[in-house]
């Protein structure tokens, strides 16, 4: 309440243009001179805390404009130093609405509401800043990650061995490909054997499971719990917008239909004892911005769902177009529970801008990762930025990735499964037409692993 009655002092101050501003005062001496609480504190901590907010939050500020007139220019040039000078259009008027409180603070352009959002926020949730580095352990209900960059689902893909190469690469934890709760349930002897298949140096490990029916879903995650006692955390798809999974009502199809996806992360939850986390989209097509932050919002409050991963694109678009970064950080600033960052994490650069972009508490890579587990290293610093792998570096780790697949599926099986490997690592090494027709044609892993030491004795 004492809180509320500041900030409301502070905008009708603003408003009534009763608070003298000059140049030297932030916001928080402003609020010290009307007598509203800030005495205690020094108004250049208050400054200092907002400012900090604000470098965060410059990404997401540059590419609107600026300003009110001199009071909001005032406090924008106090506030973001930085982007003194920016595109000022005087007398613009907008509104923004602080993400976690939904308070609204009016009479100022965007950049000056950002930056008193950001005082807002310093104030009000101080706990969200400063963010922590990628290499920083991260713990969701209690499973501890060793950090931030984790390795994303991937159907037909993310497998045990592909799990463990990006751990072996220092991925802070993976997340299993997507199982069917349904196939589960129903015992399907493949998907026991093969897709629950976990190696013991994995971990931490999420599983995910797909399915609409909570009935089964229950049962499924319950036989997780007890078959596979390696998994940390049961994690639902609530994403997938492939036709065959959607016309059931799994995956992306959940977003329509927010009740039963609620009543399915309860059933997870119950069924499996474990922490329960959902991977989901920003909404079904382009321009739906708030089923999916509303499901997220629904799942943690009424669920008990752990933590949010969201791919800020729509189901629609599948994996084009670039992600609502924007929509993410209100996401991240407004959700009462840890939200993983997918999409558009193709590089490095890609990765940590959107990371310090959305305030993220963590990233999941996901194609950037394929054929590259360098890119896991470049990110926690183990590998200088930038830094390729040298060709026995691919090699090795492309002989790695054979053996394993004999391990898992046998000679022949394993060649066939390989054959979306290849490209992967063909490109890396700059290998042309030939050696992709190559391998394509392999029938066993030891005719693939010839096709490759044959192309590197003719390079
Ligand atoms: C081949 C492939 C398989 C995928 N399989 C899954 C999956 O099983 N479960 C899931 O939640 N997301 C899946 N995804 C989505 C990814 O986990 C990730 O969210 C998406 O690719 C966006 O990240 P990116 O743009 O960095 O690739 C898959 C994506 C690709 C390309």
Redesign the pocket.
Known sequence: MRHRQRRRCLRNAVEQDDVEVDRAWPVGDVLGRMGVGHAARSPLDSFQRAEQRVRIELGRNRRRSVDEGRLVEDRTDRLCGVERGARHDTNAVSRQRCERCFDLLDRVTEVGAECQIAAHQQEFYPERVPQPPLTEPLEIAGVQFANRVLL???????NWFVRLQAQRHGAGGAFS??VSSFAIHYGNEKTLTELLRVHPEEGPLAL?LFGQDPVVMRSAAAHVAEHVPEVDIIDL?M??PVPKVCKTGAGAAMLKDPDTAVAVARAAREGSGKPVTV?LRSGSTPGDTTSGFELAHRLVEEAGVAAITF?PRSAKVQ?AGVPDYDLAARLVSSLPAPVIL?????TAADVRRAYEHTGAAAV?????SLGNPWLFEELLGERANGEQPTVTEIVAEWEWVMERAVEHLGAERGARYLRKFHPWYIERLGGGRNLKAALQATETVAEAQAAVQQHLAVR
């Open positions: 994303a689902p991937l159907a037909g893909i993310g490909e997507m995910q798809n994403g997938c991977k791919h994996h997918t999409g558009g994490l193709q999941m890579l996901a194609r950037g």
